[in-house]
Structures are given as structure tokens and as C-alpha cells.
């Protein structure tokens, strides 16, 4: 099949660098000359100056959390004994380079909170190098380990190391587009470990304790048993929900790494064990997810006791944390959240109030501590940690920030409306209150729609800021996604997937039909496999949007296995090598439905020049295909971010600069005095 713009998957080639530094030239001179973008980029920034907080974790003597003073580009780390006392800084990552790219991807607590590992990555990559600072001292060791990838880190209980996943570094040197297999799991023993120490350097002192040679589509997650006793590998095909789990007791010498949960016929995540007795969240038998006791020695489902029930109705039993005696129970219904304190029987012993419609976000809910810290957020309700006691059962606000905003001056509405098939599908609309529902409103659709991942109602300033000027914001909750568990997610996966479109397609003709919105103030956006979703609905309804703005998006469905992580998404999507898979993808692949002579809706692609989860590649193609092939007068443009990746570890200052420029691109684009 034709592939004219095929040297675009080279990044570093010196003709995609030009095209690159053309298209920026391009798009920021359509942009600069948007008299609203000055105005936009003040109020971000304005929106954006307020402190967030992670939840704390409780290790030790220590309590450790991020926050973030409102612009630094990057959360700083903080320890105390005591949260009512002022903390210290653990770890600033502002340090660690001028311009806000260098990040920190993940870290990992010691049992006994003696230390912590941190795993720094650049300008937006998964490549993460693990580094070791000792807690108490904020001292680092000299240890130094690369190559890792879609990974944490769980520490053994004596402090002799950590485990971690990843790979060999690409044979090509290609850190960017070079195909990811052959995950393993491995354990670098500290430097200041005797042993260790004098017989290999700190740099290299890893080994690896698990890999699969025969299966280079296996991913890998690594965690010990708060007991110290059990290794746990949880085992993925790609991004199947279906895994495997392997058990190691670090309690006999040599003890082999062994097959526990072996038929990958569901989802399994091990939550906590009593000794040999393994409580498991699984999707086994029970679509919407259970909390199972699962003996080590009678692995067997016809074994199994069940201790969480799956929810009834549509209720999806979404986390379970075991903290002191008791189950922290998140359920799901209808793409909002409640939290339930069960008891170890399974019982529902209270409910843990919230101060709105809305979601958890993350939480630090650990077996060892008193309470549970819940960061709780809507819409219009900022991101707020909530702190538990389980003895007590009182809740607290333990942090709520100010943000510079009236939050009465908004209304959140959960719809529901048909798709083309007749299913329900539930949709959060938000706008300043007391709309007139006249058509006349620019409207920014959102979505995803894949891989089992839930959209739930969650804070952003840049919501406010395009609110406050007019905008309406609607959050689809599609199939693919896991709103409704697996059933949810089967329904618009493979061969199902054009449902996630007709459900994207169904919710905008519902926003024209109730009078939110017309087509010419319409614009859907969506990053990822939310591009995806933003660029087929765009080739396959062209007259029926004002705008698109695919981020970081699959938008070449016959290549996206061909680049780094990009083959195991084949769970979503099919295998393009598959002529039955191939077919069906080309029938919504968004490259290869541009259509010449076609007019297509103003656009903005957004990509990444070194985006190694969704290669540039994909947006570039994308982009030079629909330039090339538009036959209406409205700006195909893109925004390639440089020295940045998919997402992750974005530092605020690109936070804001990229909204403000989606923002003033629609307020060009979708500007009421056009229509």
C-alpha cells in the first residue's frame, strides 16, 4: 500500500528535521497572530498557581509526598515525622535540569523507610535510570542502574536491593523507535552491600531473576508481599487484561520462581496474603471484578473463597487495599466513584464520605498504616487529600488548595444517550451555570475509549480557563474504556472497535441535537489511543466538526507494532500482520482514510519530536497526508513539542504554553462571528 510519507519515521533524519522546524514555523505563525493567546497563556498561568499534593505514605519513622508550590515545573519530594510539622525536601527534581524535562518517573519506598529509589527519565521518555538516596541523610549511594522501562521498584525487607523490570539497551542505538521486547525482572543489590560491592560495581550490580525467552510479548511486575516473604511477578501478554502470576518464597534459599496462576484466562492482582493465604482482585467469573482467598496450595478457581462480591448492577469493583484489618474498597458506578471500608469477612462497614460527585484520583493505602490518604477530585472540585482513621472511622481534609476560581459559578450534568446501535452511553457536560442552551456554544468533546482505562471526573485548570470564556467541556465515557468492566471493554476492542467511534460520533450529534453546541462550534479531542479515536472520527464524519485535535495519537494502524512498545497494543487492536485483523483496521486506520478533495475541519495534530510510547511518525504522516489531500479553507496545522515525549514528566511551563495554544486555536477556528 502506498506510503509516501514514510521517511517521516526517522526522527533524526535531517529531512524530518526540517519538516519538523517548518511545520513549527508554520503553526506558530497562524497562532501568534491569535490576538486572544496572550490573554489565554495569563489566565493558565494564573489557574495553574496553586500547591498540589500526592496522598503520604507512611514508612517508618517517615511520612514522604510530593508537592508542587503551583509553576515549578516539576513536584518536589518531601519527608517529615510528623505532617502537622513543616517537612523537608527529599528530592527536587527543579534541580536536575534547566528547562523542567528532566522528571521523575517513579520511586519506591523501603519497608522500614530507610530509603528510596527513584527512577529520573529525560525530555518525556519511558527509559527511566534508577538511582538510590538514603532517606534520613538525603545522601545518595553511588548506584546507578538504566535500561528500565514500565517498571516500579519493590525492595526486599533486609534493604539488600530492589527488584525492577527491564530490558537490554536496542542492539540498533535507537532508544526512540526501536521495538521493546523481552521484558525481565531483575534485582540490583545496593553498593553499600558488602558483598555486593566487592565483586561488582554499583553501575552494573544487577541480576536478573526472571525472563522468558520464548515469549518476547511478556510484561512484568515485580512487588514483595508486605510480610517480606513472597516475590510476586504479575505477567501481561501486552496490554491483555488477562495475566499470570508467579510466586518466589524469599524465605528458602534458591527457591525457585514458580507458576501460581497459570492460565491467563483472567485479570489477577494480588492485593495481600496472611502467610500462604493470597487475597486476589480478579475479573474471574465475575466481569466486574471480586476480591477472591486464594490458598498457595489450591490454586484451583473450584478452591477459592470469595470475600469481595461482584457489585451489583453496573457497580465495578475498581481497587481494594488492605490497610490494618480492614478492606479500602473503591467502587465505579456509572464513571464516578465512592470508597467503602469493608471488613476482612467482606462485609460493608461504613462509607467513607465524599465532598462531591466525582473520583479518586490516587491514594497511599498501605497495610502498616492507621489511615488512608484519598486525593479526591471533580470537574470543578480541585484535587484534595482526604485523610481516613480506620480505628475511628473519622475523615479529614488533610490538604485543599486555593485555586483562583469560583467553583458555583460551574454545573457538572451526567447524561446518558444512544449510540448507533441503541447502547446507553454516559456522558459528564460541564459550563458555566445557567447556560442557555441556544447552539451557540463552543464545545470541546473528550474521550478515549480503550484498553480497559476509565475517564472519571477529574480537576484540570485548563477546563476552568476554557469554561470561564464561554466553553462547554464534555467527557464521553465510550466503550473500550472500563467504566463497566470487562464486558465494557470487549465491546469496543478488535473487532469491535468501530463501537468506540459510533459512540464518539453519537455523543456529538446528541450535543447539535439538545442545542449545546452546532457543527461549526464543535471540537473533539483526545490524546493517545485517544487520537485515535479523534482521528478516525474526523476522516469518517469530516462535515460533521468544527475542529479536531488528535494528540499523540495511533493514527497509522499498519505500523503501529513496528515501533517500540507499540506491538503489544495488538490487544486492542488486532495483529496488522493478521489479513483478517489488517482488513478491519484499515477500515477505520485515520492515514489511510484521508480522503483527496475531501474538506476536512481545521486541525491541530499534536505530537512529540521524541515521543518513544506513540512514535512522532504516526502524527507526522498523519499530518502531511490530510495537508496534502485538504480541499476546504480550513488550517491543517501541528504542534511538535521538542524535548518531550508522550506525556509524562511534562513540565508546567509546556503544560500551559501547549493549552494555551489548543485553546487559541479553537477560539480561532470555532469563532461564533464565523457562522
Known amino acids: 500500500m502506498s506510503d509516501p510519507f514514510r521517511w517521516l519515521e526517522d526522527p533524526d533524519s535531517p529531512e524530518t528535521t526540517a519538516w519538523v522546524v517548518g511545520q513549527n514555523a508554520q503553526s506558530e505563525g497562524f497562532l501568534s497572530a491569535i490576538p486572544q493567546r496572550a490573554d489565554i497563556k495569563t489566565r493558565l498561568t494564573e489557574l495553574w498557581n496553586y500547591e498540589r499534593y500526592s496522598p503520604p505514605a507512611r514508612y517508618g519513622e517517615w511520612c514522604i509526598f510530593s508537592r508542587n508550590d503551583g509553576l515549578q515545573n516539576q513536584a518536589v519530594v518531601f519527608k517529615t515525622r510528623d505532617l502537622e510539622a513543616e517537612p523537608e525536601v527529599l528530592l527536587d527534581p527543579n534541580t536536575w535540569s534547566s528547562d523542567g524535562t528532566a522528571a521523575l518517573a517513579a520511586m519506591s519506598i523501603s519497608e522500614d523507610g530507610r530509603y528510596l529509589a527513584y527512577a529520573r527519565s529525560q ?24 535500561w528500565s522501562k514500565f517498571s516500579s521498584a519493590a525492595w526486599a525487607h533486609d534493604n539488600s536491593g530492589f527488584y525492577y523490570s527491564g530490558y537490554t539497551p536496542p542492539a540498533d542505538g535507537n532508544l526512540y523507535t526501536a521495538e521493546n521486547r523481552h521484558h525481565r525482572v531483575l534485582f540490583h543489590a545496593l553498593s553499600s552491600n558488602k558483598m555486593s560491592s566487592e565483586t ?56 525457585p520462581i514458580l507458576p ?200 484540570s485548570p485548563a477546563l476552568i480557563a476554557w469554561m470561564e470564556r464561554g466553553g462547554v467541556f464534555v467527557q464521553a465515557n465510550l466503550r473500550g474504556g472500563g467504566e463497566y468492566g470487562q464486558a465494557w471493554h470487549d465491546a469496543g476492542r478488535l473487532r469491535n472497535k468501530q463501537n468506540v467511534f459510533d459512540d464518539f460520533i453519537a455523543a456529538a450529534e446528541y450535543l447539535i441535537r439538545e442545542r449545546y453546541t452546532s457543527t461549526s462550534r464543535l471540537a473533539i479531542g483526545g490524546g493517545s489511543n485517544g487520537g485515535l479515536l ?67 475541519p481545521a486541525t491541530l495534530v499534536i505530537t512529540a519530536d521524541h515521543d518513544d510510547r506513540v512514535a512522532p511518525a504516526h502524527s507526522h504522516k498523519f499530518t502531511a497526508t490530510l495537508q496534502k489531500a485538504q480541499a476546504g479553507p480550513a488550517p491543517i496545522l501541528t504542534r511538535i513539542d521538542v524535548k518531550a515525549g508522550h506525556g509524562a514528566g ?13 485553546w487559541a486555536f479553537l477560539e480561532r477556528v470555532l469563532d461564533v462571528r464565523a457562522v
Open 123 to 146: 525530555s518525556g521518555s519511558d527509559w527511566m535510570t534508577w538511582r538510590v538516596r538514603e532517606i534520613a541523610t538525603g545522601t545518595d549511594l553511588p548506584d546507578e542502574v538504566p
Open 260 to 459: 501460581w496462576l497459570d492460565h491467563c484466562d483472567a485479570s489477577y492482582s494480588v492485593v495481600a496474603n496472611d502467610a500462604d493465604l493470597f487475597f486476589v482482585l480478579t475479573d474471574k467469573d465475575a466481569p466486574r471484578s471480586r476480591l477472591v482467598a486464594i490458598r498457595r496450595d489450591a490454586p484451583d478457581a473450584a478452591d477459592w473463597t470469595t470475600v469481595i462480591a461482584e457489585g451489583p448492577g453496573t457497580d465495578v469493583l475498581a481497587s481494594v487495599a488492605r490497610v490494618g484489618d480492614q478492606w479500602v474498597v473503591i467502587w465505579r458506578t456509572d464513571a464516578h466513584e465512592r470508597v467503602c471500608i469493608h471488613t476482612l469477612t467482606g462485609q460493608v462497614d461504613r462509607k467513607v464520605p465524599l465532598p462531591a460527585l466525582g473520583a479518586i484520583v490516587s491514594w497511599s493505602a498501605r497495610r502498616a498504616q492507621p489511615d488512608v490518604f484519598l486525593a479526591f477530585s471533580s470537574f470543578t472540585y480541585p484535587t484534595t487529600i482526604l485523610r481516613h482513621v480506620l480505628e475511628t472511622g473519622v475523615t479529614t481534609t488533610w490538604r485543599q488548595p486555593t485555586v483562583a476560581f469560583d467553583p458555583q459559578d460551574f454545573e457538572t450534568t451526567q447524561v446518558f444517550y444512544p449510540s448507533k446501535d441503541g447502547t446507553r452511553i454516559p456522558a459528564f457536560i460541564v459550563h458555566r451555570r445557567g447556560l442557555v442552551k441556544d447552539g451557540s456554544h463552543r464545545t470541546y468533546l473528550y474521550g478515549y475509549g480503550g484498553f480497559d482505562i476509565s475517564l472519571t471526573p477529574a480537576f
Open 534 to 600: 479523534v482521528g478516525a472520527c474526523l476522516t469518517q464524519r469530516p462535515e460533521l466538526f468544527g475542529a479536531a485535535v488528535p494528540a499523540v495519537g495511533v493514527l497509522d494502524m499498519l505500523r503501529f507494532h513496528l515501533f517500540t512498545i507499540g506491538w503489544a497494543w495488538t490487544s486492542d487492536y488486532g495483529n496488522p500482520d493478521d489479513p483478517a485483523d489488517r482488513e478491519v483496521l484499515l477500515r477505520y486506520s485515520p492515514l489511510h482514510n484521508i480522503r483527496p478533495g475531501t474538506a476536512y
Open 200 to 255: 561488582i560495581s554499583p553501575e552494573i550490580a544487577s541480576e536478573l531473576i526472571f525472563e522468558t525467552p520464548a515469549h518476547d510479548d511478556w510484561l512484568f511486575s515485580a512487588v514483595v508481599t508486605d510480610d517480606g516473604r513472597y516475590l510476586v511477578i504479575t505477567q501481561s501478554q501486552g496490554t491483555n487484561r488477562e495475566s499470570r502470576v508467579f510466586l518466589q518464597d524469599l524465605h528458602v534459599p534458591d527457591a
Open 650 to 662: 511534562k513540565p508546567t511551563a509546556k503544560l500551559i504554553e501547549e493549552k494555551a495554544d489548543v
